[in-house]
């Protein structure tokens, strides 16, 4: 396959993707918040995305340790919006993937939780997520509620344990990435020959580096994104369009291929 393919009608390239996915040995996906718009939550960078509402650097973690209550108040407003969301076709189409023993593990940049809820069972949170909170001085993780119970009193969340500052249990820019799933996430792209992103502008690191070692290893890219993404020299079968629709049509075709009724 040429890479960046996107020559080929739409249908020849769901087959394609479905071919690969189902004759793979070991095949995970690689997911961003393109997979979660049409559950109603915007993306970072798309045309609705946040950062033409709210500043980017307020979600640094020099912000936060500075205006700790004025950040809880942006994510205490963010989890509302999240913890009403419900999956979408697109989650639906991985998680069916998974049970079909296609997908190994899905690996996410997403903090809404909706691979969980839309019954997906491996799931890598590789930027935290928003159903915790975390103490900066004694690590411990405690429900998000807890924090934002003080948040609602106009408090700065405090650790109960320790009196240490709490903040959202997710990645604020300028932090590292939880370690252990970074390790799980590159040792599970060590061992995969094939990849499938979906709604990620591949603009992020370290996420972005997982389709690299996919593709070193000889291994194949699918991608499924509607407009920007980075890396486009490395993805073999791309798929422009809506997460919602295109997973759905790609996780039927494998069951048909599956079922040896192709
Ligand atoms: P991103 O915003 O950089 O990229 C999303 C990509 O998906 C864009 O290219 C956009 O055009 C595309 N897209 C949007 N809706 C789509 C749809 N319905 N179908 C197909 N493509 C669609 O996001 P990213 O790559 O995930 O990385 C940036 C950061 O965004 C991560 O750190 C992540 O934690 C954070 N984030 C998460 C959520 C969430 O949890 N749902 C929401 C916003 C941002």
């Known amino acids: 396959m040429d890479a960046g393919n996107t020559s080929m009608p739409e249908d ?54 500075e205006h700790p209550l004025e950040v809880w108040e942006l994510y205490a407003a963010r989890y509302k919006a999240l913890k009403g969301a419900e999956p979408n076709p697109a989650h639906y189409a991985l998680a069916r993937l998974e049970s079909l023993g296609v997908l190994k593990a899905i690996i996410t940049q997403n903090i809404d939780g909706l691979h969980w809820k839309a019954g997906s069972r491996n799931v890598i949170e590789l930027h935290g997520n928003i159903r915790e909170a975390v103490c900066l001085s004694c690590g411990a993780v405690v429900p998000i509620e807890e924090a934002l119970a003080m948040v609602e009193k106009g408090e700065t969340p405090r650790c109960r344990r320790c009196g240490g500052l709490l903040k959202p249990n997710v990645i604020l820019f300028g932090e590292p990435l939880p370690a252990d799933a970074v390790q799980k996430a590159f040792m599970l792209a060590e061992r995969s020959d094939v990849i499938l992103v979906a709604g990620s502008s591949l603009y992020v690191s370290p996420a972005n580096q997982i389709p690299v070692v996919v593709k070193a290893r000889g291994g194949t890219v699918i991608a499924v994104n509607m407009g920007e993404i980075a890396y486009r020299d490395i993805i073999d079968i791309l798929i422009e369009g809506r997460t919602e629709t295109v997973l759905p049509e790609i996780a039927r075709r494998v069951e ?4 040896g009724n192709a």
């Open 12 to 65: 020849d390239l769901l087959w394609a993707a479905a071919r690969r996915l189902a004759s793979a040995r070991h095949a995970i996906a690689l997911t961003g918040a393109g997979v979660s718009t049409a559950s109603g939550i915007p993306d970072f960078r798309g045309r609705d995305g946040l950062w033409r509402k709210i500043p980017s650097w307020k979600f640094t973690i020099d912000y936060f340790l």
């Open 256 to 259: 048909i291929l599956l079922s």
